[in-house]
């Protein structure tokens, strides 16, 4: 795939290399996790599938941490690759950078092992620096936690020092201020509070500021250099963009986390003030795509020219990224979140639903537009046009994340109407709703939506592996 740099457009080109490393780890890691979420699936429908050989709540556990830690590694391989770019400077501390990675994937090889193995024993003080912190999403133990934080530093000063050396453009200005908050809010869940409520209220600024606010800055960063890369998109219009979504994701990013404050025992205005800001984070990146695909249009029939896309699959997985994320984060988080709803759906499928759609529509896809980028660069191609194994990942991943967020929105609305609405939300209430014909079907549609996503994946890979050497083949 990301291999052969020996005759390709960035040898030379440190920040590159190292940006290859990571999206070669982030491929595996991602593989991992559709894996996790398919044994998952289906002890979600047979309790003893694998019964007291590899449970529910590890299978779960490592789906879960798989997905943010190759989002964290696409996000910090793609920083890399874009440095030298923006600011016309070689990468500062290449060797300590390198260094940082080895260590990082190491660390987390580790941590993968742990989870699968031992999981099942007394909990302890040692439990938490050793085993597991025992918080959804960021499970790693705490000597872990430590070593992410030195690597997150190293990689902040590799990125820093180069700005400060190299050309200053919006784009890389916003990315350096986006990483410094990125690393800071990770900080507010290295401790622990014997209080449930402070703790959980900790945890979630951790959890949904990184993906309300940074994430999704972090991805307007992404889309601006990509959509400048492929399609010559004018500068101006997609860092006035980026400006404005600074300006609304920051704010609302902090405010829109209050659709979960009422449920840890604050007061019952932050449900308001929640779901409104919550829904607003997708809009500024929709509209930097429309106005930079408009814009072009524009420009492309004026001139009488015809339209040139330099990286076919990348452009398409960024047109999925514009209304993936306005449908994910958007519409499915909003009509979820107001307080008049959310009173019956928080906790059922319906987050599932959610979730999974925005995870894939505002991240998963940018990401992996970046690495046919880095594709691109690594052949030394000046176009990389779509194969057939390019378009059969995009049907098949697309095609089946909505599948299953519709069939999880199914088993969601089956639990709001039975074991919330009807029997109360007691636990026989739960057990109930779980056991009925809708909600075994969906899930049933879950799983076989998950598989597929696997296929589409194994596409995607196969595709990774062979469409720059078809490229060179066609140039030459």
Not at 241 to 262: A, N, P, Q, R, T
């Amino acid at each position: 795939m990301l291999t052969s740099i020996k005759t390709n457009s960035f040898a030379g080109d440190k920040g590159k290399e190292l940006g290859m490393m990571y999206f070669r780890v982030a491929i595996i890691l991602f593989g991992a996790q559709l894996l996790m979420g398919i044994i998952a699936a289906i002890q979600f429908l047979y309790p003893g599938f694998l019964f007291e050989i590899f449970d529910f709540s590890v299978a779960r556990m490592v789906h879960i941490n798989a997905l943010v830690v190759w989002m964290l590694y696409a996000m910090i391989g793609s920083v890399y690759f874009m440095l030298s770019d923006e600011t016309e400077h070689e990468v500062v501390g290449i060797g300590l950078g390198k260094l940082a990675f080895w260590v990082l994937t190491a660390a987390v090889a580790v941590v993968v092992l742990v989870y699968i193995f031992i999981q099942v024993g007394s909990g302890s003080e040692a439990t938490i620096w050793f085993i597991n912190e025992g918080r959804e999403y960021i499970e790693a133990p705490r000597w872990a936690d430590i070593g992410i934080v030195a690597v997150v530093i190293i990689f902040y000063w590799n990125v820093f020092a180069t700005y400060i050396k190299g050309k200053k453009t919006g784009i890389i200005t916003v990315m350096v201020a986006n990483l410094m908050a990125l690393a800071g809010l990770y900080l507010a869940g290295m401790f622990f509070t014997d209080n449930i409520s402070i703790d959980q209220y900790w945890w979630w600024w951790v959890i949904h500021l990184w993906v309300e606010a940074t994430w999704e800055v972090f991805v307007g960063t992404l889309a601006a250099y990509a959509l400048i890369k492929i399609i010559d998109a004018k500068r101006e219009i997609v860092e006035m963009w980026l400006w404005i979504e600074v300006l609304m994701l920051f704010g609302s990013g902090i405010l829109g986390l209050g659709h979960h404050y009422f449920w840890i025992g604050t007061p019952e205005y932050w449900w308001e003030i929640g779901a409104l800001f919550s829904s607003l984070e997708p809009v500024p990146l929709i509209a930097m795509f429309v106005h930079v695909i408009y814009d072009w249009g524009k420009e492309q029939g004026a001139n009488g020219t015809k339209p040139v896309i330099k990286n076919g699959p990348a452009m398409a997985w960024i047109v999925i990224n514009a209304f993936g994320n306005f449908l994910g984060a958007g519409i499915w988080g909003f009509f979820h979140t107001l307080p008049q709803v959310n009173i019956y759906t928080h906790g059922t499928q319906f987050t599932a639903a959610h979730g999974h759609l925005a995870f894939f529509g505002a991240y998963a896809t940018i990401l992996i537009g970046m690495f046919y980028m880095g594709v691109q660069y690594a052949y030394g191609v000046e176009r990389l046009k779509a194969t057939f194994k390019s378009k059969m990942a995009i049907f098949l991943i697309t095609f089946s994340l909505i599948g299953m967020t519709i069939a999880l929105t199914i088993a969601g609305y089956e639990q709001v109407l039975v074991e919330r609405a009807e029997l109360g939300g007691t636990w026989n209430a739960f057990f109930v709703a779980q056991n009925l014909p809708w909600y075994v079907q969906a899930q049933v549609w879950r799983t076989i939506m998950g598989v597929v996503t696997f296929i589409g994946f194994i596409y995607l890979v196969w595709d990774l592996l062979t469409i720059g050497k078809e490229a060179q083949k066609a140039e030459a």
